[in-house]
């Protein structure tokens, strides 16, 4: 798919043109969705390539033509602007055809010696073509949403603190000690708070995404992520949503959201990345 997987295809030895700019050998892919037979796409890709559909037995892959390397730049707002510009087009390509396929930025597929990108793409999609169907059918009319929890830790343990008699007692007792005896009782109360803030952070993503997962069609555990401002990320979650849904979900987050010492992040409409399963071959 890439220049790095030779597994896939390999890049066609070709003398450069005149202008000396890559050929179009190759096929950007933004996407797999139901081919409706709707007009053109109207969509500009990256460098402002136009964006159109190959069709194949009632599926269709958005694409545009391209040379057969990756979209690498040492600038991190070309880079930038390449990553808009693919989430731009999806969202352009979704409100046309409806439930899509997303696939990474970066997928393209590369003419083999024998095969053309465009034949590859079909062969693939020939091949694949119930599953591509199936995963269509499960997402349609869904969305994913994203989910960050975060908890201030001083104010969470300040109220583990007023609810907690044991740790109260000992903290009284650190107020009566002489500096010297009350460094070894610290210790202790530390290590108590301690257990007691990591028993609520268990507890709380527990019963957080139980409560989620209740309002959505399924919901993905992500990697946690570093919080700013004194706030550390309690969960990090991907959320398969019909529009319906979220309703409900808003109103779940926003009862979370009043708990002292959390706020939510609550993020989306955006195409199902986290959800769909496409073949290794399509992939980076």
């Known amino acids: 798919m890439n220049g790095n997987d030779n597994s896939v295809s390999s890049i066609l030895p070709a003398a450069p043109p005149l202008d000396g700019r890559p050929r179009d050998t190759a096929l950007y892919v933004y996407c797999i969705g139901l081919d409706t037979g709707a007009g053109p796409l109207e969509a500009i890709g990256l460098d402002d390539r136009p964006v159109y559909r190959i069709a194949h037995r009632g599926l269709c892959a958005v694409v545009h033509d391209c040379p057969a390397e990756p979209y690498q730049s040492e600038q991190r707002a070309k880079v930038e602007e390449w990553v808009l510009t693919h989430q731009r087009v999806l969202q352009q390509v979704r409100d046309r055809l409806g439930t899509v396929l997303p696939l990474t930025f970066d997928t393209i597929i590369q003419a083999t010696a024998n095969t053309s990108a465009r034949e590859g793409l079909i062969g693939w999609l020939d091949e694949n073509h119930s599953r591509l169907l199936d995963q269509l059918e499960r997402l349609r009319d ?42 070894l009782r610290r210790q202790k109360f530390d290590g108590a708070l301690k257990s007691r803030l990591e028993n609520w952070v268990r507890r709380s993503f527990r019963e957080f995404h139980r409560r989620i997962d209740g309002c959505v069609h399924q919901v993905q555990v992500d990697r946690l992520k570093k919080g700013a401002q004194g706030r550390e990320m309690l969960m990090n979650l991907s959320c398969l949503a019909q529009k319906d849904d979220t309703t409900r979900l808003g109103g779940v987050l926003e009862e979370i959201g009043r708990t002292p010492g959390l706020s939510v992040r609550f993020t989306g409409p955006w195409p199902p990345f986290s959800f769909v399963s496409c073949s290794p071959q399509l992939k980076k």
């Open 142 to 183: 869904k969305a994913e949403y994203g989910v960050q929890i975060f908890w201030d830790s001083k104010i969470v343990a300040a109220e583990v603190l007023a609810q907690d008699a044991e740790l109260q007692k000992l903290q009284r007792e650190l107020e009566q000690l002489s500096p010297g005896l009350a460094y």
